[in-house]
């Protein structure tokens, strides 16, 4: 075999002038190729994907579907199912012990707002609304067909504009005007930084643009799926494509309403994911099956499912809007963005939170202004996928780039080589700007395309000539109360007046000892702000400093507002 | 159900097994026989994940009925290696020809059968012979690179 470094079939380019006094000269892995460590397996055939398990007496689960994008449920009829050959069980709504979850919730972020199988209406065409359980997939498929449901179509909304308009129909009724809402403060995830206006009076040019993204299928060749079975004493065994093992774990035991203790999930050989496989709606499903029949059941999308039902990326909608100096100089950015996040909430609400913390882009812009939604709609929830939250508003931005560099006659490159961030400048959300590398890259793309740059250009560098007034913060930041919502318990996401969170069944988690804080690390301060709200209580003594990787509660806004 | 005896051999080995009426030949070889070295992808033709040779062409398990196989020599993945791994394998495995695996062993069976009839293919012969097989991980170069490997002799038998 070759030595030269490649990956797959394509030459990979080290140069190892870049930033070759930031990193060791003798690096063992980048640059070397690395045989992954489950690829015997792959290429015997014998990787343990799930549906690779075999059981004695193995059932099937099939579901039955909405038809209509938003619909009440009048009656559903399995008496003709029941009857037929192979089926063991009907399973419907009131089966499930809380027919009611959200993903996120695990996290203590988002309302509860998704039937697993839904009794009264559906808001997406291929909402389940029963599961047959059968002998074999044939069966099951021959029953879900025999059950009769008396739909009653309500009227439906497919697109993020209409469906924040005054009289759109609400998809969710906790969200009356199709927006989540941030924070228990806000209908949109704001991000404000100096002053736009301001700065768009001030500008030589002002550009608009206009960007849409439509939904986009991870389409794993394995579809999701996972095999239930019952083990010893009141355990259950489950076989799953999770991307997330203890993401479904815990999802199927809040479903479930069982102590995690009671399963035994197996998983991590993924046949593809690509974000679509973190969902958790088979494992408790096939769960739920065996636990109503004692025998193994297995829950598995077929292709037609997989595309139909498989959350995708969701739908996105950019307006952008710069001021822009004649010499290139971006000075101020607007954005109004727009998640379609389907018919229930899955990830779409943090996905907005990790877009607005990537805004501006990899640009060093002293007035950002955002305002983004996480709207409901009746199209098929979406989910994460590669580049979660950022593939969508990076397209909009590179694009919009590219227009402007129109606007003021330079070349595109040149315009992203003045703009972009250095090491030590400040990013809009008030964090300093380090490892920064999209000079160099910039660079490497012009050399690779023929274009000549300016000598002043050719010889920036992502290391030099960042922070100083570039790491100042404006002086003014504009703020304002749009979109104030009301009824929320202030930083939470529970509704006011709402019954408390079920007590959760099962055992109550094992008292940790608590660890002492590791010797010299310090405590991790936010600088005291004015508009911070009363500090949370004091942690006990005991309790060990926060480390190590960002918290979820710092990520979703919790921690530092 | 009336179920039907089926003799055939599957990686060289004599088989007897019964199938159902209707059965594809992919359940059966999963179910049936107990090889799960074809995967289902999408049961309509579409993905070449359960890609087997028949009589040493390269044929759709999904959409072939069990009955078919009568008579016939089955080749599977799990059947690829002997005592060592075939060098198709060994340049999958140099040339990171797999991120999931999923799609390895149809792509595998779809390539062996490639280079049973041309053993020195073009790189466009290649592609053509792996078009019917998705890959959703690796955007397909390193596996056009890991059977022309093989083709060019660049990997030892």
């Known amino acids: ?561 | 159900m009336a179920l039907k005896p089926v003799t055939f051999t599957l990686n060289g080995n004599a088989k007897a097994a019964f199938t159902e009426d209707g059965q594809n030949l992919l359940d059966f070889l999963r179910r049936s026989v107990g090889d799960l070295s074809p995967k289902y992808g999408c049961g309509q033709g579409g993905c070449g994940a359960c890609t087997v040779l028949m009589d040493g062409a390269p044929v759709l398990a999904c959409l072939t009925l069990a009955e078919a196989a009568q008579g016939a020599r089955i080749e599977t993945a799990a059947g690829l290696a002997g005592a060592a791994l075939h060098p198709l394998q060994e340049a999958f495995m140099e040339r990171f020809a797999a991120q999931c695996g999923y799609c390895t062993p149809g792509m595998l069976m779809a390539a062996r059968a490639l280079l049973d009839r041309n053993p020195r293919p073009s790189r466009d012969e290649v592609i053509e012979a792996i078009s019917g097989n998705i890959c959703r991980c690796t955007g397909y170069e390193p596996i056009i690179a890991a059977i022309l490997d093989v083709a060019e002799g660049r990997v030892r038998a």
Not at chain 1, 5 to 18: L, S, W
Not at chain 1, 150 to 159: G, K, M, R, S
Not at chain 1, 341 to 349: K, P
Not at chain 1, 522 to 529: D, E, K, L, M, S
């Open chain 1, 1 to 561: 075999m070759t030595e030269t470094p490649m990956i797959g079939g394509n030459m990979i380019d080290f140069r190892k002038e870049f930033f070759a006094d930031e990193r060791p000269e003798k690096l063992n892995e980048i640059g070397k190729p690395t045989r992954r460590q489950d690829i015997t397996g792959h290429v015997t055939g014998r990787s343990p994907f799930y549906d690779d398990h075999l059981f004695e007496g193995l059932l099937h689960m099939r579901c039955v579907r909405s038809p209509h994008h938003a619909a009440r449920i009048r009656r559903i009829d399995t008496s003709a199912a029941e009857r037929m050959p192979g089926v063991q069980r009907i399973v419907l709504g009131r089966d499930v012990p809380r027919n009611l979850n959200t993903l996120l919730s695990l996290l203590d972020f988002g309302i509860d707002d998704e039937p697993i199988l839904s009794t009264d209406r559906v808001r997406y065409k291929g909402e389940p609304v029963a599961a047959v359980i059968a002998a074999t997939d044939a069966q099951a498929r021959d029953a879900v067909a025999a059950i009769r449901v008396e739909w009653e179509p309500l009227p439906h909304v497919l697109d993020v504009e209409a469906a924040i308009k005054p009289g759109a129909p609400a998809v969710l009724d906790i969200y009356p005007n199709n927006k989540f809402a941030y924070h228990g403060k806000y209908d949109h995830q704001k991000l404000r930084y100096g002053d736009v206006e301001t700065a768009f009076r001030q500008a030589d040019h002002v550009v608009e643009g206009r960007y849409q993204m439509s939904p986009i299928e991870q389409a794993p060749v394995e579809t999701c799926g996972a095999i239930a079975a019952p083990e010893q004493n009141g355990r259950w065994v489950c076989y799953t494509s999770t991307q997330a093992l203890f993401f479904s774990l815990g999802t199927a035991a809040k479903v479930l309403e069982m102590p995690s203790s009671r399963l035994h999930f197996i998983g991590g050989t993924v046949g593809g994911g690509f974000g679509g496989k973190v969902d958790s709606i088979h494992e408790p499903m096939a769960i739920l099956g065996a636990m109503l029949t004692g025998r193994p059941v297995k829950f598995m999308w077929d292709r037609e499912e997989e595309m139909q039902v498989g959350a995708p990326r969701g739908a996105e909608l950019w307006i952008v809007k710069d001021g822009v100096m004649r010499d290139g100089r971006i000075i101020a950015r607007q954005f109004t963005g727009y998640f379609d996040s389907g018919a229930y909430t899955r990830l779409s609400s943090y996905a907005v939170i990790k877009c607005v913390g990537h805004l501006p882009g990899p640009y060093t812009i002293p007035n950002v202004h955002a305002n983004v939604y996480c709207v409901f709609t009746n199209r098929t929830p979406a989910t994460a996928m590669r580049g979660f939250g950022i593939t969508g508003v990076d397209f909009a931005i590179e694009a919009h780039m590219d227009k402007v560099a129109e606007a003021v006659g330079m070349n595109p490159i040149e315009l992203r080589l003045l703009n972009a961030y250095r090491d030590g400048d400040m990013k809009a959300h008030r964090r300093i700007a380090k490892n920064c590398a999209l000079i160099e890259c910039c660079q490497v793309v012009a050399e690779k395309a023929g274009v000549k740059l300016a000598p002043h250009l050719a010889a920036l560098a992502s290391t030099r000539d960042g922070g100083g007034d570039r790491a100042r913060l404006p002086a003014h930041t504009v703020t304002d109360e749009n979109g104030r919502v009301q009824g929320y318990q202030p930083w939470s996401y529970a509704r006011k007046n709402a019954p408390a969170r079920d007590p959760f069944v099962g055992a109550p988690p094992p008292v940790q000892p608590p660890r002492a804080p590791a010797a010299g690390t310090p405590a991790v301060n936010a600088p005291p702000r004015a508009d911070q709200p009363p500090p949370p209580p004091p942690p006990s003594p005991a309790s060990p400093p926060r480390q190590g990787a960002l918290r979820f509660s710092s990520l979703s806004g919790f921690r530092r507002r």
